[in-house]
């Protein structure tokens, strides 16, 4: 694969993750804080930050494989997953023992909404074989 597809490729990532990020927060704002009155912003803030954060990751990390070995795409996809699991349940106990009961349940609820949306959003990106 050559550097311009490469390129290609991981703007196409990065737009998508963008445009995911801003219909959720836009939605979850809209839902949550204005119809149903609850305080959504912290865990907005929180899981936009780590959606974005790992979005960008994973496919600075992809580009830099794919150009220099990419026969170990697999080993990086199977760690890619691991690490966001890991990441995610980090986060999650991090904001667990700073928040009160009430908000850890709104913050699970929209934490979780943004980790499926990553799931989602990576699967089906590389569902297609990009290395060739």
Not at 22 to 32: K, R, S, T
Not at 40 to 69: G, Q, Y
Request: glycine share 6%.
């Amino acid at each position: 694969m050559d550097e311009r597809q490469i390129g290609k490729y991981r703007w196409s990532y990065i737009t998508q993750a963008l445009i995911t990020l801003v219909v959720l927060d836009l939605g979850v704002y809209a839902l949550g804080g204005m119809w149903l009155g609850y305080a959504v912003l912290l865990p907005l803030l929180v899981s936009s930050l780590v959606f974005l954060t790992i979005e960008l990751s994973d496919i600075l990390l992809w580009s830099r494989i794919v150009k220099k070995v990419p026969e170990n795409l697999p080993t990086f996809f199977m760690g890619v997953s691991g690490f966001r699991m890991l990441l995610c349940v980090l986060v999650f106990f991090i904001y667990y023992f700073t928040a009160e009961r009430q908000a850890m349940l709104i913050f699970l609820c929209i934490f979780a909404l943004f980790y499926v949306a990553m799931l989602a959003h990576h699967a089906l990106f590389f569902s297609h074989d990009k290395s060739k």
